[in-house]
Structure formats: structure tokens, C-alpha cells
């Protein structure tokens, strides 16, 4: 098959790119490389050029006619990101969406949407798809913007217009994910790296679940290819989870860091706990049932991986050696 990948320069859409490659499918890569970068990309991935989904549609239109499918990552992402460019990422991902939808609906394409478990707010855990609303949420501006693109694909989907899944991601995790835009595992893995404080922003004791890239992307292609998703949104996920705490103590001994663990109070960042939930787990027994999906990789998989890759991005760009990134 052909798949087009928006997004597809950056973390989880380059991983998803090179799983497509490696299956032996064509795929062409949409991007802009806002926060994405051309080293991400395997051999063999079709690139045109830098590409934005908001003032390009009629350079895209050809690649999407000609794709067998269409899976939506580009989207303004991570805290930081998201905090100093706010408008830009409200526009990307509910204009853009609605663009890359609308694509795709003309050429009949089916269309996997990247969505967020931000979605879900503050609301508790097990997270089963049906609990998000802006009634039960209180959502970041982020959040809100992947809502509405969700809203945009269900529209299209249930007027007929295009054939349309939605992934909620959770915490992905892995080769290829930068600290630049505020991630917390990377962040700490370049802390650890460099024997600075790893800082955890309160007490620590928030519990999330972090899934590897390699598993949320062979779910995304296994979502994609069954029709039983259509019209669905889907969590995808690990339910495990680790306190943020541990997290930072699992990185300290991965990297063997002298690093001090240190708490900085909420009021002291530019982050609020109240939009930062005590747990955010997600409940998988529609992922499972619609793929059989097992996780494959472990945590300790993906700090390793995340070490590699940010060893090699702390390299100055002058020291790099070619393919010297995990692959
Ligand atoms: N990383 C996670 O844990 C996570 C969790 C939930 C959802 N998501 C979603 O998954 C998707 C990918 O996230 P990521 O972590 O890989 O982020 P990323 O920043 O690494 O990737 C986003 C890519 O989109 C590109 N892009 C941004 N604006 C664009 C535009 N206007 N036109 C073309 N390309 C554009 C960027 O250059 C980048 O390569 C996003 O939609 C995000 O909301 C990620």
C-alpha cells in the first residue's frame, strides 16, 4: 500500500514511517519540519519538499489522491511548544485537521486522526472512550484544539463523507522523541545526561502510562487496517503506570547520572496542577479487541532508546556522524 504521513518528520509520525517502510509499503511524509527534522526520516520515504498543512492543500492534493490511506499526526505538540506558538497550534490542529480531512474525503482515502488522552481532562481513571466531554474535562487550550479536530472527523464521518478512525495516544514514549518542546522523559533523560537537577515539577506522585513508539505505531497501522474501527475513537496505550517520581529515579540508574532528583513547586513553574491530573491510565479492551493488541516493548526499553537519541542530540551538529541515530 501507499500511506501518506502528515507529521510524518517528527517523533511518532517518523516512527511510523519507518514501520510502514520496513513492511515494504510506500510512503510519503507531509511535514513542515516545524518540530520535525529530516534525519528522522528512513530511506525510501517519498518527501516533496517542507510542506504546511494550512497553506498548502493544493501541493497535497496530488499525494493524497494517490495514497491507499491517510494517517494525521502534524499538529502543534508539547508544553512548551504549545505555550509559546498558542494560536499557530489551535490553527494547526483544528484547521489543518479539517484540511487533511478534506482531502481525503474528496479522494475517498480512509483517514486515522492522532488524537490526545489530554482529551480527557482531569477526569479519573480506568479511561474508557466514551468518558471525555468539555462538560467532564477541564481542558488545556491543546486538549481542546485535539477535541475539536475529533469532533471535525466525526462530523465528516457520520455524514458519509469519509471513512475516519480516531487514536487517542497516550504518553508515547521512545527513539526519536526530543526534550526540545517540554516532554517529560526526554527532559529527564538530557538532565540525567548532563548531571543537572532532573527536576519534577510538584511532588511527583502523578501516575501516568507510558507506551513505546514501536507498539503505538504498529497499533495505529492495525487500526488502520481494520474496518471495524471506522467511525471509533480508540485509546491507545500501555495500562501500566509509574508515578512521575519513579521515573525520574528509573532515568537516574538507567544513566547511571549523579544527577539531584529535585521538586520545584507548581507555583514556581508555568504549569498548573490543576490541569495536571493525579492519574491518567487508559482502558485498552477496545484496542485489544479490534487488534489483539500486546505491548511488545517495556519502559526500560524506551529509556534506553530515549538515551540514544538524546546522546546524539546533545552532540553539536558538527560532531554528528551519519547514522549514528537508533533506528
Ligand atoms: N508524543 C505523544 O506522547 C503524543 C500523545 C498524544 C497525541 N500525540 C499526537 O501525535 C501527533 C504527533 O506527535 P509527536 O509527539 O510526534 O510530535 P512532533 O512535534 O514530533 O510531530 C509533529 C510533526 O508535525 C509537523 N507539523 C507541525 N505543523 C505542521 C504543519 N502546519 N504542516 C505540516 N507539518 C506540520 C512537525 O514538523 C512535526 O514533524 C500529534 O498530532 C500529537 O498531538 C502525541
Not at 27 to 32: H, S, Y
Not at 252 to 274: C, F, G, M, N
Amino acid at each position: 500500500m501507499r500511506a501518506l504521513v502528515t507529521g510524518g518528520a517528527g517523533f511518532i509520525g517518523s516512527g511510523l514511517a519507518h514501520a510502514l517502510v520496513a513492511q515494504g509499503n510506500d510512503v510519503v511524509v507531509i511535514d513542515d519540519l516545524s518540530t520535525g527534522a529530516l534525519r528522522n526520516l528512513p530511506s525510501g520515504v517519498i518527501y516533496p519538499g517542507p510542506l504546511d498543512i494550512l497553506t498548502d492543500a493544493p501541493r497535497i492534493d496530488p499525494y493524497v489522491a494517490s495514497a491507499d490511506c491517510v494517517f494525521h499526526l502534524a499538529g502543534g505538540v508539547g508544553v512548551e511548544y504549545v505555550l509559546k506558538n498558542s494560536v499557530r497550534t489551535i490553527a494547526i490542529n483544528v484547521v489543518g485537521t479539517e484540511v487533511m480531512i478534506s482531502l481525503a474525503a474528496m479522494h475517498r482515502k480512509p483517514f486515522l486522526l492522532a488524537s490526545t488522552s489530554e482529551v480527557y481532562g482531569n477526569a479519573f481513571g480506568p479511561l474508557s472512550e466514551g468518558l471525555a466531554s468539555e462538560e467532564t474535562s477541564s481542558l488545556t487550550p491543546y486538549a481542546r484544539s485535539k477535541w475539536q479536530a475529533e469532533q471535525i472527523a466525526l462530523a465528516y464521518h457520520a455524514r458519509g463523507q469519509a471513512s475516519v478512525v480516531i487514536v487517542r495516544l497516550f504518553n508515547v514514549v521512545g527513539a526519536r522523541q526530543t526534550w526540545r518542546y517540554g516532554m517529560v522523559l526526554p527532559t529527564f533523560v538530557k538532565q540525567a545526561l548532563q548531571g543537572s537537577d532532573i527536576t519534577i515539577f510538584g511532588r511527583g506522585d502523578n501516575r501516568r502510562s507510558f507506551i513505546d513508539v514501536r507498539d503505538a505505531v504498529s497499533s495505529m497501522v492495525e487500526t488502520m487496517q481494520t474496518t471495524a474501527g471506522r467511525g471509533e475513537v480508540i485509546n491507545i496505550g500501555s495500562n501500566d503506570s509509574v508515578s512521575i517520581a519513579e521515573l525520574a529515579g528509573r532515568i537516574k540508574r538507567a544513566v547511571r547520572s549523579t544527577s539531584r532528583i529535585v521538586h520545584i513547586p507548581y507555583r514556581e513553574t508555568y504549569r498548573s496542577s490543576h490541569l495536571n491530573p493525579h492519574e491518567r491510565i487508559p482502558e485498552i479492551s477496545k484496542l485489544i479487541a479490534l487488534t489483539g493488541f500486546r505491548r511488545r516493548y517495556t519502559l526500560e526499553d524506551s529509556i534506553t532508546d530515549a538515551v540514544s537519541y538524546v546522546s546524539y542530540e546533545l552532540v553539536p551538529t558538527d560532531h554528528r556522524h551519519r547514522g549514528a541515530v537508533v533506528g
